[in-house]
């Protein structure tokens, strides 16, 4: 591997290796952890910023922070005093003072337990150990989980006795004579009272408080806030819930968990790209795509490779590169208003990714994880097997000839399956050479064999350590993957470690470093020419699979056709033909292969300093810098390559480095109101090289170095942006009730020319919480709160596009020259601009049991830039960029959730999302009508200006005023005149439902996601028709070759009024409004019509509804942590759990292609166009969990 790191990064890795080291010995030479019972002498701290809030609750978060437990009792209603205290790292000492301030309490301690005295001891409680007679042994878990609940607080009723867990979430409790329940409660959990009767032990399971869940969230720039404060709508799916779902990308963990969220996923195999769009695509020519932001720092998504409607290879996007296993949590940010904060990146949402850190208790811990996961063909095309190889307009359902011999023989130039009915008998088959007689059977399964069954083994091992002022996590991965194509491989290995470190008073360190490393052999080539999937779906049905995996012929010095297509050492195939539709998928493989490494490396440093009571301040810097490595070959004789054979070697290199730093204050004016403020800037820089050295005509073949290629090319760029940016926010909020934000941003880019690279923009949000405002909480409404939010971000450019720039390049004799680019540079070019105003309305029922929150948006991104909009030849260039634009999107989002049953050890909780968007082209310049997105066959999709962006483009069918077909004078349907519009890529609405089971230590999750609406234009709806290998083009066959031996077909072979193919029959009007049917009807010839209107004809009739229904994900899991300990294991928690992606395809219009994943790319010139997709997997995965 050539050089993999740049210097800079390599000093940086060093340092940060050096921190880590000194902040792994802190930990480790922290002696005696915990031994320090006394308050005053503890020296833990702690941050407690609350107003209004419970005693109880206060004492529930100081032990979450903390080695201390609170006793106490509750029944006398003085721990529902509510207490005020703004401390920022204060001492428990302190606290504890502030607290007997304001409520008049008194404590005293015990070793690790605090007893708390607030008023007089009820005359029942009973203190004496002589009065004492039994003891109360048991285990509090969660009863979704099962995991241990460490320091849940166990009171006997009517007194203050009472003990915490331990480690295990064991309790063991002296009971007083008398002693009738205990109370059991921890934070974040439904309190409960369990009667004790003559038990010695019981197991307790506490429940989630719904109440309570979700209140505390990340915001932009990592700022934690109330959720009930937002005035905007954010989602957000726990770590858990994506490391379940066992699959290598995030993003496709994501499916179905959060409203308005589209993942685009490329079919590129296990290996593919994805991306992530938000409420809807917002520009014609730029990135469309959410940010991703992890621990504060920007993290690319960015791919090295795409494929093509031709041909390409998916070389994966960025956030393959996430362990799913670090994730402790994902924040969705819609749209303009949420994340205005971090800029123009962020025009489009943001996806914010924490990562986990060391445990906060101390000691040291261990988890490990490991997956086995079963890959298969998630989707089969619908393929016939009655008719074999061969067949014409004329001939179609006979032999192509027969040998002199007379035996029937199947042409080399002819790869349709429109021939001869299968019979068993012996056929000639040229194309195999020595052995050339077959049976003439159906082969049903000669393409799903071709596939195997992948594997996925997945295993993640951590250790954490914490001690007083440090914690550490340690995590290594190992990801071996084995695809469902044959050869198809990765290797990945992944290192994270993150430590936090207290300094003093004051000063707090976090850095974090993460590194993977990963190589992949033979990626998926997509596209319909180059891909070997096209092959396999429409070769002969009669091909038998076995003859083409000897995929190179042998050397025997013989003829055998004058094209040589058949000679020594070439490759293996049905027909003379070129096209690799007509080739071999087993060539494809062994002799055209693909290989890439990559590396990538991020991380940062974050140095936070608390200056003052309410006032701190954080510096950061951080980077990310991905390498990769990649070689393709196309063998000499290889069919799409005219064989000459091609070979590629590319480099390329990305780095962006981020400082930024931020100031916060926060500050209680009264009772009443608080306010809280923010001030911070960020400067980034990003570096991109490619290099490229591509050859043509090997000299022999199995000697794949540019040594023996006789043209060579060599390309090389670089390009470098910065952007630097200050802004500020204030929040003001009155009782918690009312609340307001403000933000102000301002960024500064090196890609806008002078006078335009500045620009500012503004956001301001509100909520009420109207029911605490109105006092109208009760049994049946427990939380409603309205919010408003409008905001403006503006979005700069790629560079390069608006000053004079030269590229170079050199011919095939390697000579260098330079040159201008066909593009006029714009000076005048403006930043795009994000208009976004979004409404919403959450509601809570039934102490929230049942749930709703509801959303309306609408943004309008002016000043579109188009970055190459075309000019006029007259001109001398070719496009230039320009502001030329508007496009609007609205919609509604709507997530309910409810908890329908809860009944002793059962629970089922339900979640319904569902989002539609409708995405107009408002306007574009006056020399712009339309941009055009993508092409497909006989079809364009569209950016139209007053059309809905994603508009489908092409020939449509005549319809008469009733809006029925009408067709010509031999049946064909007609069509108006010139490209109309007759569909649209984007969906009616999505939605999904999921559905979570729980009993005891049994867990299960179901969850059907959909999407209703638009169209895909479709390569397989096209050639498989053409080549007569889907099963609908039996439709009419046997009836028109019966019509044909009755002589009642026209002289051309286009229509019969016997019988054939008859879709438009009792369907369609002749022109003078004749019905086509009864005496009138004339029935088509199935090979011209799948020809003529799949191919010549293409338009309206390659359209499939993309609507689906997909059993997205299914799991099941068991608590085995009881089972462990029986055994003597020494185990924490275990778990063991099943998860099935993708298992059923429950509805869809498509018999040939899976509508959930049919594009090429992630980009926009992929939306709509179906290019011979790879078949969608189905996936079954078997994980065991334990800590140590």
Known sequence: MGKILSNAIVRRTLSLTVFFCVLFSSVAISSDIGSQSDVAESGERMTLKVRGVTLENVFSMIEAQTSFKFIYRKDNGETSKKVTLMMEREDLNTVLKEIGKQTGASFQTVKNSISVKIGETPKGAVKSKKQQERRLKGKVTDADSGEALIGATVMIKGTTQGTTTNMEGVFDLPLPAGATAVIVSFVGYTEEELEIANSSFIDIKL????????????????????????????????????????DNNVFNSLKGKVPGMVINTATGGSTGSSNVVLRGYSTVQGDNQALIVVDGIPYSNNSFGQGNSNSGIDLGSGIGDINPEDIESVTVLKGANASALYGSRAINGAIVITTKKGSGKKGWGVQFSSSMVVKEMGFEPDLQNEYGQGGSAKTFGEFDGVDDDGMPYLALNNVRSWGAKFDGQDVSVKWIREEPVRKYVSQPDNYKDFFRTGTNFINNLSVTGSADKATIRVNIMANNLKDIVPTSEQD?????????????????????????????????????????????????????????KRYRYPVTGKTYDQHRTFGDNMPVAWSTSTGSSAG????????????????????????????????????????????????????????????DGQLTSSMGERTELNTDFLVSYNKDINSDFSVSANVGGNRRKEERTYKELHGTHFTVMDFNSFNNIEHRYQSESKEERAVNSVYG????????????????????????????????????????????AFNIKGKILSFGKLRASYAEVGNDTRPYITKRAYSFNNDEMGRAYAYLPKRVWNEGLKPERNKSVELGLDLGFFDDRLSLDLTWYRSNVVNQILESSPLAIS???ESWAINAGEIQNSGIELSLSAIPVRVGKFQWTTRFNYADNVSEVVAFDEDTDQIVLGNGRGVQILAKKGEPYGAIYGRKFLRNDEGVVVVDQHGFPMYEEGDQRIGNVMPDFTAAVNNEFSYGKWRMNVLVDMSFGGEITSWSETWMGLRGTASKTLEGRAEWIQARENGNVDEEHIYSSEGGYGEWVGNSVYEDGTPNEGENAKYLNPYRYWDEMKRDKAGESTLVDASYVKLRELSLSYDLTDLAKKIGAPIKNASLSFSGRNLLLLHSDSDLFDPDSYRFSTGTSSLGIESAAWPSMRSYAFTFRASF
């Open 584 to 643: 071999n998928p087993y060539w494809e493989l062994y002799e055209n292969p693909n290989d890439d490494k990559r590396d990538r490396l991020n991380g940062m440093v974050k140095v936070g300093v608390d200056i003052l009571p309410g006032l701190q301040v954080f510096g950061r810097i951080g980077w990310d810098n991905s390498y990769i490595e990649a070689r393709k070959v196309a063998e000499k004789y290889s069919r799409y390559y005219r064989f």
């Open 207 to 246: 429940r989630p408080d719904m109440s309570t869940l979700g209140e505390v969230v990340v915001t932009a720039i990592g700022i934690k806030r109330e959720k009930a404060k937002l005035g905007y709508a954010i989602s957000e799916v726990s770590g858990s819930e994506i490391a379940e779902s066992v």
């Open 875 to 877: 001109s001398g260039y």
């Open 492 to 548: 990945k290995y992944g290192l994270t470690v993150r430590g936090t470190q207290q300094i003093g008073e004051r000063i707090n360190l976090d850095a974090k470093l993460s590194y993977i490393t990963s190589q992949t052999h033979n990626r998926l080539t997509l596209g319909n020419q180059r891909g070997a999937y096209s092959g396999l779906v429409t070769g002969p049905r009669s091909f038998y699979l076995d003859d083409l």
């Open 729 to 772: 926010m204030v929040a003001f909020s009155y009782k918690n009730i009312a609340n307001i934000d403000a933000t102000l941003r301002n960024d500064w880019t090196s890609t806008l020319p002078d006078g335009n690279n500045s620009f500012l923009y503004p956001s301001v949000s509100g909520s009420l919480v109207f029911s605490e």
